[in-house]
């Protein structure tokens, strides 16, 4: 690249001038190596001084060098048309862009005084000895670079960077170089080249040394030996592992449908052994966290799937309905593990919360007794959904395997705040999971009619006994009980169900799949709507509903609904009250308090520790069990609430995901049960997947899945497949990062070698 400034340049020279003791012309040598942007650094060097109305020469010197292998690049700097059409052989300034090709070969023709800067962690002075016969400057451009995401995953580009401790050494001010970065079009890399600006370190001292020989243009060239000499050394043996700085690492990275399973399940994991080695497989690494997978295969609201990667490309893996076929499809009972010196846990409540907590410390051979208000196991599983949702051969056969392991089941067996008191002095420890407290009441006139009832009673009623509806039902609330409700009076008889909500239909909190299921069944979806009165003698007749505008937003971002004074009614039969529950203990003795998921008394900490619903309030099964369980880890290791490790690291992103390897596909989707008349049928509606089919659509975000394709795509073919992965020979891996760019998943990356851990 050749570039005269033309004389009426709007950057004259006189706009910038040259920095002082800088003396032209001026040959620049730029060393690094294939796809580190050495070429293009030597171009910005050429681009910087033409911004002082120069005359520049600027070219690399590479053919068919790969990745990785080393480059050089060139700049002439004159005040008049450059001539000279030569590589620069006696460079005044030398800028080396990796450490690992510093060397004899690098150094050829620099005379000593002349400008050195190197890409390095190190100080200038820790080369004592080295380069002391030049002017010698030392930057970390790389770790800069990264910092600021310059570059890809695999190889960090530190041109722009470098040039920013270039400018510093050459006497620029920082404007100038502000000035040249927004002219380039260079702006989103300024931040990083004015750190390296400011945090360039350069040893001044030269010491008048013997150059050494140099091999320049005109100088007699070496003797090129016999091609017969050559080929005697076949293969080649030149051992390219010391040109790096970086090499490929492999590392698992979690998964954001890991990261996002409050429940705290492998996903990845169980999908992976579900395609590779079938349901039992799946299942042992699921039971490990999941001790109802048949429950949530079903009414999870499935937040590992919102979080799936596979989202941005053709839709969410349909995880739920994987975890279903697991649990449908599998015998596996987990074996407990003995312990010579088990605890005694009480347990109080017997729903998912419960059940995990319990299940865990069975799972590790401590002896378990659950204390259950109900007559049967299950919590809101057994009396709140409803069977065509959750069928209860499902929930028993979880619990049942639960059961298995040696927990004692006392139901019917309500704890009071006395009996509390009691468990606390007679078990090593107590976990109470009792779920909400009572339902929340709806302050209108008219509720006291017949006809006007909770929804949760009515909800366990239908379960234990069975219920018919006549007429039309009017439902309040916008969570999953309204819509259990309103379909549970649909299937009862009812001949119009109505759900009245306050906010919008796109804030109901229940599951989105539910609502859209409701609809499709007939259930008519009233939005801003606040009943206010009940009509009706003796049984209700009608709601009075007043209309709710949005107002401004409230703690939870969704907009406040404000009542109006404009209403208008509705005929009905029934009204269903579904507007949550108090999130209150009731058995708590006197003077006990909760804090941080423990009781205590006073001061003093007790041997009690609460999950679920009635310590966190997250309001879903898979939430109670992932409480649940850590609840039991806190138990065993005697510590308030223990936590999830993987929760730290950040999850690998849609953008660290290489579509390009992957076909679209579209999800599998469930089965669902042929239209039929709903009075009467309690019939699961979701007939889940059928087959295992959709586990292959699972990238596997970060977890390598020995696909070789960073093998294959390693241009110097230095990656082995060993018996338990892949081995990178480090000495000829020239890091070039191909193999961690191409990994379809994310499962490599590159390291600095002095990186702590990675040996090569
Ligand atoms: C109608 C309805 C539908 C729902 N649908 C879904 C859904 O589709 N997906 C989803 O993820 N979540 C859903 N939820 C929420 C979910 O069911 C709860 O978040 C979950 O059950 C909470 O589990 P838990 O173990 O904390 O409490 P619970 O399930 O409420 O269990 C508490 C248990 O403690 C027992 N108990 C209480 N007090 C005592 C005492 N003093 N002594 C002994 N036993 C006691 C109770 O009898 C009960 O069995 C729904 C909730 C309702 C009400
Ligand atoms: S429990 Fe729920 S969030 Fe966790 S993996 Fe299963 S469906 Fe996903
Ligand atoms: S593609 Fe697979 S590993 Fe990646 S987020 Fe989705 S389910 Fe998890
Ligand atoms: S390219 Fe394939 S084999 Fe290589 S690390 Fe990635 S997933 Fe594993």
């Known amino acids: 690249m050749e570039r005269k400034i033309p004389a009426d340049s709007s950057i004259a020279a006189a706009s910038i001038p040259l920095p002082a003791g800088l003396t032209l012309p001026l040959e ?40 990785g292998a080393p480059v050089q690049a060139y700049t002439r700097v004159d005040r008049v ?104 079009g260079l702006g989103g890399d300024l931040a990083a080249a004015k750190h390296a600006y400011e945090q360039v370190r350069v040893s001044e001292a030269v010491r008048e040394i013997e150059a050494p020989a140099v091999s320049a243009a005109g100088a007699p060239p070496p003797a090129v030996a016999a091609m017969l000499g050559h080929s005697r050394d076949f293969p080649a043996t030149l051992k390219t592992g010391s040109w790096s700085n970086q090499v490929p690492v492999y590392s698992e990275h979690p998964a954001p449908c890991n990261l996002a399973c409050p429940a705290g399940n492998d996903v990845v994991g169980f999908i992976q052994a579900l395609k590779n080695n079938g349901a039992e497989e799946a299942a042992a690494i699921l039971l490990r966290t999941q001790p109802l997978p048949s429950v949530c295969g079903r009414v999870c609201p499935a937040p590992c799937m919102q979080a799936c990667n596979r989202g941005a490309f053709d839709g969410a893996v349909n995880i739920r309905s994987l975890e279903r076929w697991i649990a449908d499809h599998s ?81 019917g067996s309500r704890v009071s705040k006395a009996d509390l008191d009691r468990l606390a002095h007679d078990f090593d420890a107590v976990i109470a999971c009792v779920g909400f407290g009572s339902a929340l009441d709806l302050e209108a006139k ?72 409701a609809g499709h069944e007939g259930v008519e979806i009233v939005p801003y709507r606040q009943p206010v009165e009940f009509l009706g003698s003796g049984a209700v007749s009608g709601v009075v509903v007043a209309e709710v505008e949005a107002g401004p937003p409230d703690a939870s971002g969704r907009r406040r609904p404000v009542v109006t004074s404009r209403t208008s009614s509705l005929a009905c039969d029934k009204v269903l009250l579904a507007l949550g529950q108090k999130s209150e203990i009731e058995l708590m003795p006197d003077g006990w308090k909760m804090k941080d998921g423990r009781a205590w008394l006073g001061e003093r900490l007790l041997p009690v520790w609460f999950a679920g619903d009635c310590s966190t309030g997250d309001g879903t099964v898979t939430h109670a069990i992932g409480s649940g369980r850590l609840a039991a880890l806190a138990v065993l290791n005697g510590c308030d609430a223990a936590q999830d490790g993987a929760g730290a690291a950040d999850p690998v992103a849609p953008g660290q995901i290489r579509f390009s390897h992957f076909d679209v596909t579209p999800s599998h989707k469930d089965g669902q049960l042929p239209p039929a008349a709903l009075a009467g049928n309690f019939q699961e509606v979701n007939l889940g997947l059928k087959g295992p089919e959709e586990a292959q659509r699972c990238f596997s975000c970060g977890h390598c899945t020995h696909c070789d394709t960073c093998l294959i795509s390693c241009p110097d073919g230095v990656i082995v497949r060993i018996a338990d992965g892949y081995r990178v020979d480090g000495e000829y891996c020239k890091g070039c990062g191909m193999c961690v760019a191409e990994c379809p998943r994310n499962a490599m990356t590159m390291q600095d070698k002095n990186h702590k851990g990675v040996r090569v």
Do not use: W
């Open 28 to 67: 620049v040598r730029v060393h690094g190596r294939g796809g580190q942007g050495g070429v293009t650094c030597a171009k910005l060097i050429a681009a910087l001084f033409t911004e002082m109305g120069l005359f520049v020469q600027t070219f690399g010197d590479y053919g068919s060098e790969r990745s």
């Open 81 to 184: 048309a450059i001539k000279n059409r030569n590589k620069v052989y006696r460079p005044d300034h030398l800028i080396v862009l990796d450490e690992g090709l510093m060397g004899a070969q690098v150094l050829e023709g620099v005379a000593p005084g002349s400008l050195l800067l190197l890409n390095t962690n190190a100080s200038p002075g820790s080369f004592a000895g080295r380069f002391e016969r030049y002017r010698f400057g030392t930057i970390d451009a790389t770790a800069i670079a990264r910092e600021q995401g310059i570059g890809s995953t695999a190889v960090v580009i530190i041109n722009t960077t470098i040039l920013g401790a270039y400018a510093r050494l050459l006497g620029l001010p920082l404007s100038v170089l502000e000035k040249a970065y927004t002219s380039l």
């Open 331 to 411: 015998t596996l009972k987990p074996t407990p593990q003995i312990d010579e010196h088990p605890l005694h846990v009480a347990v109080i409540g017997g729903g998912p919360a419960g059940l995990s907590a319990a299940y865990q410390l069975a799972l590790r051979g401590h002896s378990v007794t659950i204390y259950e208000a109900s007559p049967a196991l299950g919590g809101v599983l057994r009396n709140g959904i409803p069977a065509f949702r959750l069928p209860q051969e499902a929930l028993s056969r979880d619990i049942d395997r639960i059961l298995k392991l040696g927990v004692e089941a006392r139901c």
């Open 446 to 517: 008219g509720g006291g009619l017949d006809g006007v009832e909770q929804g949760l009673a009515f909800l366990d009623r239908v379960k234990r006994s069975g219920e018919k509806l006549k007429g039309n039902v009017v439902v309040v609330g916008g969570g999953n009980t309204a819509i259990d409700c309103a379909r549970t009076a649909l299937r009862c008889g009812a001949a119009s169900v109505k759900i009245v909500y306050r906010r919008s239909r796109a804030d109901m909190p229940a599951i989105a799949e539910e609502i859209e299921d």
